[in-house]
Structures are given as structure tokens and as C-alpha cells.
């Protein structure tokens, strides 16, 4: 097995969940007592998301460009960033170092395209939802996709940043998740991308009336492959 590097702590929340689905299907894979090699470097979430919310952009670079030469340093042969909205620094990231780190839009794209999909609704935080550096990549896979719903946003982002990156689950938000994927179920589309690692604690991914592409999911199972080659 090769050793797959994890940029975590953005938050602490979904970098637990990347770890057990990477560590499942490991041990799926190859049975008894396997697991995945893994070397993750957890950062400061407070620190990141200071960045982020000031538009600090360098700032935010900074800190996963440091975290990916550890990584590298470390050994670790690719790197998975354990966020969606911080793939806004990607390109960054990547120049500052010789491995390759996996897009989670590339291999969510892959997977609707192979999947046949051509519309779908992105939800995930504002900065996913709004801007190009995502959209973009998932576009060209051929995907065509709603235009953003702004109050949408809004009210994800003070779901993932006031309960789900603190670990806290309610029952209220679930029920607005449930409401609004009803809603979109209506439109012209033929699934939902669930462009947030922590959205997946308040929807069932496997039980909703539109097909959900949960890109958590997707880019853990990528790094899997990664490690077994």
C-alpha cells in the first residue's frame, strides 16, 4: 500500500470521517486486521477560518501549502485537502510541491460524468456555491448547474460554522436540509452535489428522492485508491 497524506482539522468533523471511510474500505479491500498508512497533519481550524472569513486568501494558502510539504516530507505519496471550500487555494498548493494532490471537483466530476449526469444543483458553503473555482471544473465534466441560491448559502454557512464544525447536530437543521432538497427535487435536475464535508452529519446521502453525490465520500474513496494502486 502507498501512503496518502490528509490536510485535516478544516474541520476536526469531516477529517474523522474521511479517516473511517478510507480506513473501511482498506479493510474491505484486504481483510483482517488491514488499515490505511496514513499520515495526517490536523490543523488549527480557528486559524484557517480567520483567513478565509477576512478574504485572506495568501493567508490561507500559507498555511496548507506549510501543511503539504510536511506531508510530503513525511512521506506521503499524494494529499487529499479534507474541505471543499479550501480547494479555492489548490493551485497554490499544488506548485509548492512534487506529489500530487487529489482535486475533490475532478473526481466528483468524474463521477457524475460516469454516472451520465448533466444537470445538478451544487450546495455546499458560499464561497463552493458563488465562485468559479469550482463550478468550473465540474462544468467541464459536462455538467450543467443551478445557479446559486444566495439565502441558501447563507443558511449553510451558519449551519456547517455555528454546529457542524463544532461537532453539533440538530434536529431543526436536518429538517431544513430535508425541506430544501425536497424543493430542489422539483427542478429540472438530475441530482445533488453535497459540496461540503460536513453537510453529510444532517443528510442521509442514501435517502433522498434525487441521487446525491457526495463528494466526501468520492474523494475519500479516491484516496483509497490511491493506496492500494
Not at 487529489?102 to 448533466?118: N, P
Not at 429538517?175 to 453537510?199: F, G, H, N, P, W
Amino acid at each position: 500500500m502507498r501512503k496518502l497524506g490528509l490536510i485535516g482539522g478544516l474541520s476536526w468533523t469531516s477529517t474523522a470521517r474521511y479517516y473511517e471511510i478510507i480506513n473501511k474500505a482498506v479493510h474491505r479491500a484486504l481483510g483482517g486486521q488491514h488499515s490505511a498508512p496514513l499520515l495526517i497533519d490536523s490543523l488549527d481550524f480557528a486559524e484557517v477560518a480567520r483567513c478565509a472569513t477576512q478574504q485572506d486568501w495568501d493567508c490561507a494558502a500559507g498555511q496548507l501549502i506549510a501543511s503539504a510539504r510536511r506531508l510530503e516530507q513525511g512521506g506521503a505519496g499524494s494529499i487529499l485537502i479534507c474541505a471543499n471550500s479550501m480547494h479555492r487555494v489548490y493551485d497554490q498548493v499544488q506548485a509548492e510541491v512534487g506529489i500530487p494532490i487529489i482535486h475533490i471537483a475532478e473526481v466528483v466530476g468524474d463521477r457524475m460524468q460516469a454516472d451520465g449526469i448533466e444537470k445538478a444543483a451544487l450546495i455546499g458553503t458560499r464561497n463552493v456555491m458563488t465562485e468559479k473555482f469550482y463550478r468550473q471544473r465540474l462544468v467541464a465534466h459536462g455538467v450543467s448547474l443551478l445557479p446559486a441560491d444566495m439565502e441558501l448559502a447563507d443558511r449553510i454557512d451558519r449551519i456547517v460554522y455555528d454546529e457542524l464544525t463544532l461537532g453539533k447536530v440538530s434536529k431543526e437543521s436536518e429538517r431544513y436540509m430535508k425541506s430544501e432538497l425536497t424543493d430542489i427535487a422539483k427542478e429540472d435536475v438530475q441530482a445533488v452535489v453535497l459540496a461540503c464535508t460536513e453537510l453529510e452529519m444532517i443528510v442521509d446521502v442514501k435517502a433522498n428522492v434525487l441521487p446525491i453525490h457526495d463528494c466526501t465520500g468520492i474523494h475519500a474513496k479516491a484516496g483509497v485508491d490511491f493506496i492500494l494502486g
